[in-house]
C-alpha cells in the first residue's frame, strides 16, 4: 500500500493544497508544482526505498538511529528552507500534512483493514522519526551563519525580483494578471498605456478585451490556455494575439491567470487587404475567363 503511493502524484497533490490551505500555509507558499512533486518524492523515497529492498522498518528509536540513511533529503531540504527564512514551526508543519496527505490517500483505497492499519503505522513512525531528527539538525546550525546565509538568500531574492519587475514593466507586451473572478489584479506599463486605466480598473478581463461570456470558466472554455488566439477589442480598431497561463501551473497557492497580449493591428490589416485584393483579382480573373468562354462560343458558332 505504501509503495503504491509512489503513483499517486496528482491526488497527492490535491490532498496536500487542502491540508496546505486549511493549515493556513498556502497563502505563504512560492512553491511551483514541480517543487511540490520533488518534496513529496524526496521525503518519501528513503522509506520506499527500504520497503522495496525488504528491510524492516523498525521501531522509532530504529529509526532514530538510521538519521543518514532516511533523513538526510529531508534534513537538506529543510536547511535550504531554513536560509531562506522559513520557520522551524511553519517547515514542520508543511511536513505534518505532507504525511496527513498520504495518511488520506492509504485509507481511501478501500483495502482491508488490517494492512491499511499495518501502512499507516509505519508511516506514523516514520514522520515522528523525521520531526525529531528535524527539531535536532535546525538547532545545529549556528546562528550566526544562518543570519549570514539569510542575508545572501535576501539578497538573491532582491535581484531576482527586481529582474523580473523590470521584465514586466518594459516589454512591449501587454500583460495582465487576472484573478479567478476575471478582475485585473496588475497590468505593465504597455497595458496601460494600450488599454483605458478606468477599465483597468473597474471592468472584467472578458468585458475589457471583448471577449464574451461572464465568467472565467467561459473564457476559457472558448479560448484554453496554451494556444495563441487573435482578438479584436471592442471598437474594431485594433486587434491582438492572446495567450492565456493559468499561474497554478507555477505555484499551487495561485488561482490567476497571466494573459499575455501582442498587438497585431498592423499584421491584421495587411492581412485584410491582401485579402480584398485576391478577391478583387480573382474576380477580375473570373470576368475575364467567362469573357473567353464567351468567345469561344462564338468561334465555335463561326467555324
Not at 545545529?140 to 545572501?152: I, K, M, N, P
Request: aromatic share 6%; net charge negative.
Amino acid at each position: 500500500l505504501l509503495l503504491d503511493m509512489a503513483d499517486e502524484v496528482e491526488p497527492f497533490l490535491t490532498r496536500w493544497t487542502w491540508h496546505m490551505d486549511r493549515a493556513g500555509y498556502l497563502r505563504f507558499t512560492t512553491a511551483k508544482k514541480e517543487d511540490c512533486i520533488a518534496s513529496y518524492l524526496g521525503v518519501m523515497e528513503p522509506l520506499w526505498a527500504e520497503l522495496r529492498a525488504g528491510h524492516p522498518i523498525g521501531d522509532f528509536p530504529d529509526l532514530l538511529r538510521r538519521r543518514e540513511g532516511l533523513a538526510g533529503t529531508v534534513m537538506a531540504m529543510s536547511q535550504r528552507h531554513r536560509f531562506r527564512g522559513i520557520t522551524a514551526g511553519m517547515f514542520l508543519g508543511c511536513l505534518k500534512t505532507l504525511f496527513h496527505s498520504v495518511a488520506d490517500l492509504l485509507r481511501a483505497r478501500g483495502a482491508p483493514p488490517a494492512p491499511t492499519l499495518e501502512a499507516l503505522e509505519i508511516l506514523h513512525r516514520y514522520a515522528d522519526a523525521m520531526d525529531t531528527l528535524l527539531v535536532g539538525s535546525w538547532a545545529e546550525a549556528s546562528q550566526q551563519e544562518a543570519v549570514a546565509r539569510l542575508d545572501a538568500a535576501n539578497r538573491q531574492l532582491t535581484l531576482q525580483k527586481n529582474k523580473f519587475e523590470n521584465i514586466f514593466a518594459t516589454t512591449s507586451d501587454l500583460v495582465l494578471v487576472v484573478d479567478a473572478s476575471g478582475g485585473i489584479e496588475e497590468a505593465n506599463q504597455a497595458a496601460r498605456a494600450f488599454l483605458d486605466e478606468t477599465a483597468l480598473r473597474s471592468m472584467a478581463v472578458w468585458d475589457l478585451l471583448g471577449l464574451g461570456g461572464a465568467s472565467m470558466a467561459t473564457v476559457l472554455s472558448v479560448y484554453p490556455p496554451g494556444t495563441a488566439h487573435e482578438i479584436a477589442i471592442p471598437g474594431g480598431e485594433a486587434y491582438l494575439e492572446m495567450r492565456i497561463a493559468p499561474l497554478s501551473s507555477v505555484s499551487l497557492a495561485s488561482s490567476s491567470y497571466l494573459f499575455l497580449l501582442t498587438d497585431i493591428t498592423g499584421h491584421v490589416r495587411n492581412r485584410v487587404a491582401l485579402e480584398e485584393r485576391v478577391r478583387e483579382r480573382t474576380g477580375e480573373l473570373e470576368q475575364k475567363t467567362a469573357r473567353l468562354e464567351e468567345m469561344n462560343i462564338t468561334l465555335r458558332n463561326v467555324l
